[in-house]
């Protein structure tokens, strides 16, 4: 019986599972389970699509495969990767996803981008990213999940790392791709986040926002190379007394920097091996269950609150009142506060 769940312990080698038989807990009317279980990629894709669909009899059917599949979720190393865009995080991906499948690693990578809209063609719509990587079928890419809002994206994405966990993908990689606001969704559903950033980007210390330096755990200065090695140095030098400054997140790991060069496919090894160790310290120490047990439970509440608010926004009453509120709010005429309180009164008295 396959029992791991979302917060269940680690193995490293779950990629390695005889794929096929399907856990008792696959009805036989749903398919489409069984089939991500055997490792499908186009059943795992037409999964996400269901799970991204925001039609309600959709919803449901999701609903009913995520519980189906939870028992196979839980086994993945989860690594979030964020970076300034041109630090080279594709041809990072490639060459470290390319790695791992050497390894006899399967991978998946999802992009995480709120701003993307699909009619509009996210950035990994551009099929020259990570060719080399896409063409292995051993490897899973998958362009970001669309959605109104950074939850709706967040809750898209979380749900597609647990699906291609369930379809046997060792190590499940979230991108962002999105400038600023996606890093901080993408933390909270990985168990390590890797920045990665490059020299001569205008992306020296004081130009990355301190907020997610803070939420690494490993940092590699990426082209550490040729006539940019000398700089790669220094700024490695620069990130490594910035961290030494911060607290670690938790005693089990001290956050370090690395230098790397995904186009000489140097230092890839390494931050593979840095991925592991990280692994090993948080599942012996028991963090990383406590990790990913917040993590669910924060999940759950961002449900909760995304849920919440939109029947608030769509509420009549609300909608009525509005207006003059955030008017009265603009000019200082009212207090947040109180107008905080009329909303929610009116919303109350919307709903008898
Ligand atoms: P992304 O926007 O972060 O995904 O960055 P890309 O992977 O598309 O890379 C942006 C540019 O940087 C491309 O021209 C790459 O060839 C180049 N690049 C990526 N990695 C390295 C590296 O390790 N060294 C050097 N010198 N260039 C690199």
Redesign the pocket.
Known sequence: MLRAGLSGPLAIDYSERVTGAAPDTVTPENGLASQVLAGGRRALARAITLIESERADHREEAETLLRDLLPATGKALRLGIS?A????????IEAFGLHLIGRGKKVAVIAVDPTSRRSGGSILGDKT?MEKLARSDQAFIRPSPAGRTLGGVARRTREAMLLCEAAGYGVVIAETVGVGQSETAVAAMVDMFLL?IAPGGGDELQGIKRGIVELADLVLV??S??D?EPAAGRIAAEYAAALSLLRPTTPDWRPTVQQ?????NRGIARAWETAEAHQRALSESGALQELRARQSREWMWSEVTEDVLAGLRDDAAVAAALPDLERKVGLGDMLPGAAAQAIVTAYRRGRG
């Open positions: 970076g865009p041109g630090v080279g995080k594709s041809t990072f990213r990665l990426n082209k190379d040729g940019l790397c060069s995904a186009l000489m």
